[in-house]
């Protein structure tokens, strides 16, 4: 008996099923299910678990479980990363099936040959989004094979650098602590070419001098740990790295926080302010900083709102402010300076507090024998120069949304920032010399 017939049977033997009659089994079915579902769902009332706890001291067996799977975690990320002898293949693969050898341009049709002929660790980066992505508006949509290698380099650096950053992160949760960091940047200080005249002796205020830049910009919430993307999403890793270039530039090393003459120049400073050479600075020493212009009552708040240690300040802290006066325009010393003038400690400054600074600048104007200023026209000519959203007030974010905070910071702090601001038209009116 064939298929055909046996089938035949099988459904004449079946009673027919009427349609109010399949439609009650549907229901019955859908019912039954619904029934179960639910009783899933209310089973599964409890949180799952989303955060563990890092082991006690009296751990030792949970300590080294973490650690040793930590370490195997880095180990397989590290034996994702490409290798010197894959990068050159890569190029000369791109050499070989570019359609226009002249121009170095890639079509997307040689951009898939070289996407099949790529082994598994490089075809992550070989993607359409990633060609779409370097177009540089070709009229016939090529891309750069120079900049093709260039993203992969760029890539296979950032993967590099996280992996041997998490190398000395101890809890293993993306953060660096600033002895982690130090421990990460002396590994391969012996390789920056620039900074081999540098004594040993002196690599400790270097390697503080150095980290104390990236907690200063990264850690905002001043928690003592910076997280790791942060390290990479900043440039401070390249200026550091550009001291391994052997014919750099003096006036690039002046502008570079990590070269020896920098780091050089802000320790000696500190040491020609320690005038009793105690390894500290008190309130009258940092009086000499810079043009010895700060005024009075910001030395004041300086000393207040600072760590000091006996009324005094050490070298991290000085950094710090080095670093906030150094760089006025950015947002991480606005928000540093904006909370050492918050003298109410009430999230804005009002007419009071910018008198209360600015009194000490009328001092200094007499003492130098200058005509007094009203203190009602600096006041109107901040508020404009701010526009806050408050007539009355001024906020850190009016001050940073404005542009104009390394001006307004200078105004009342310093005698210098006021007399260069008052007589900006003048000095930009003389002739340049050589």
């Not at 799977?69 to 290798?83: D, G």
């Not at 996280?162 to 002396?186: A, F, K, T, W």
């Not at 010393?333 to 008198?355: H, P, S, V």
Request: aromatic residues 12%; charged residues 25%; hydrophobic residues 35%.
């Amino acid at each position: 008996m064939d298929l055909k017939t046996l089938l035949k049977n099988k459904i004449s033997k079946q009673k027919p099923v009427n349609k109010e009659e399949s439609i009650k089994n549907e229901d019955e079915q859908f019912n039954n299910i619904l029934k179960e579902w639910g009783k899933e769902t209310r089973e599964k009332t409890s949180i799952p678990k989303f955060f563990n706890k890092l082991p006690k001291e009296n751990e030792p067996l949970r300590q080294k479980l973490r650690e040793e799977s930590h370490t195997n975690l880095l180990k397989r990320k590290s034996a994702k990363l490409l290798e010197d002898n894959e990068l050159r293949e890569l190029w000369v693969l791109l050499q070989k099936k570019q359609s226009f050898p002249d121009e170095q341009l890639m079509t997307y049709a040689d951009f898939q040959k070289v996407t099949s002929l790529l082994g598994e660790k490089i075809k992550p980066y070989f993607t359409p989004c990633v060609f779409a992505r370097l177009q540089q508006g070709d009229p016939q949509g090529r891309v750069s094979i120079m900049s093709l290698f260039n993203y992969v380099m760029k890539k296979f650096w950032l993967q590099q650098t996280r992996v041997g950053l998490s190398m000395y992160d101890v809890s293993g949760q993306g953060y660096l602590s600033p002895s982690d960091l130090e421990n990460y940047i002396s590994e391969f200080l012996p390789t920056l070419v620039q900074l081999e005249g540098l004594e040993k002796s002196f690599h400790s205020f270097y390697l503080c001098t150095a980290v104390r830049k990236f907690f200063f910009f990264l850690d905002v919430l001043r928690a003592g740990r910076i997280r790791i993307l942060d390290i990479l999403a900043c440039s401070f890793l390249d200026e550091l790295l550009e001291l391994r270039v052997e014919d750099l530039s003096k006036e690039i090393q002046e502008q570079n926080w990590f070269s020896a003459p920098s780091t050089l120049r802000v320790y000696g400073h500190y040491l020609n302010l320690d005038r009793d050479h105690n390894g500290m600075l008190s309130k009258s020493e940092l009086a000499g900083y810079g043009s010895g212009t700060l005024t009075q009552p910001f030395l004041d708040r300086v000393f207040q709102t600072c760590l000091t240690y006996g009324g005094e300040m050490d070298y991290k802290t000085y950094l710090d402010l080095v670093l906030a006066l150094e760089n006025r325009s950015e947002p991480q010393a606005l928000a540093f300076l904006f909370r050492i003038l918050d003298i109410k400690e009430c999230g804005y400054l009002d007419a009071f507090t910018l008198n209360y600074f600015f009194r000490a600048i009328q001092d200094q104007m007499e003492a130098h024998g200058a005509d007094p200023v009203s203190f009602e026209d600096v006041k109107d000519e901040l508020f404009d120069m701010v526009k806050p959203k408050d007539p009355q007030k001024i906020t850190l974010a009016d001050l940073q949304a404005s542009g104009q905070g390394e001006t307004f910071v200078s105004i009342l702090i310093e005698f210098h920032g006021f007399w260069n601001h008052e007589n900006r038209e003048a000095v930009s009116s003389e002739p340049s010399q050589d």
